[in-house]
């Protein structure tokens, strides 16, 4: 059962317009939501996240956006650059006492000079 | 301050062999998390432990193990390994307390011949 699905495995923009990854969540036990980066021979990084009590956190060009009843989040990046390139895993953190953070298959951005 | 460590960074192991893997988490960070990367799968949660307690188990065969001592370092255990364990080790650990923000290794990269 995946609680959190990235559905496009790939997603290719041009440098200077906007990228927008998607994620769709199925745990409505989840109280937090984050998004990670990872380049190739790294571990992932932190990039941003948001609460469930809002719709929307911005942080530079990166902005995430949260549907609830939906159950639905999308990270946009604008502008996009090519050091954008890497793979971006969204994940939520249950609210329980576990407080599990489960993350999805991963979108792969591709940023094109 | 120093990162998440851990060793070894890459190994070979045959079928039916054991592997050990080793995290050293921040200094101060009492939770460490272990996920597995494969592709496709993104980063299946193994288990977290937090002062030396098992606190949450993904769902793993009973190969794989873990555990964490006083100075919050953390092992993970596979036995009998399979062709299918080959993955990307990755180990990540967070300050209690915390909205679920974990700080991620560079992994161990392991491949089952």
């Known amino acids: 059962d995946q609680q959190v699905k990235q559905n496009s495995p790939s997603l290719s923009v041009q440098e200077g317009r906007i990228s927008i990854l998607n994620c769709d969540y199925t745990?409505?036990?989840?109280?937090?939501f984050l998004w990670y980066k990872k380049y190739p021979a790294e571990g992932p990084t932190f990039l941003i996240s948001?609460?469930?009590?809002?719709d929307k956190n911005e942080d530079g060009r990166f902005t995430v956006f949260l549907n609830k009843s939906a159950k639905h989040l999308s990270l946009h990046i604008v502008p996009s650059q090519p050091g954008d390139s890497a793979v971006y895993f969204c994940g939520g953190r249950d609210s329980g006492s576990a407080r599990q953070l489960t993350f999805g298959s991963g979108t792969q951005l591709t940023v094109l000079p | 301050k120093a990162g998440v460590t851990q060793t070894p960074r890459y190994l070979i192991k045959t079928r039916g062999q054991q592997v050990t893997l080793s995290c050293s988490p921040i200094?101060?960070?009492?939770?460490v998390s272990w996920y597995q990367q494969t592709p496709g799968q993104g980063l299946q949660f193994l288990f977290e432990y937090f002062s030396e307690t098992q606190r949450n188990k993904g769902n793993f065969p009973g190969r794989f193990s873990g555990r964490q001592f006083s100075n919050s370092r953390s092992e993970m255990n596979v036995s009998t390994l399979e062709l299918g364990d080959s993955a990307l080790y990755l180990c990540?650990?967070?300050?209690?307390?915390?909205?679920?923000?974990?700080?991620f290794g560079e992994g161990s990269r392991l491949t089952v011949l």
């Open positions: 745990n409505s036990m989840f109280d937090y």
């Open positions: 200094s101060g960070h009492r939770s």
């Open positions: 990540a650990s967070s300050l209690e307390g915390r909205t679920g923000e974990l700080f």
């Open positions: 948001i609460s469930s009590i809002k």
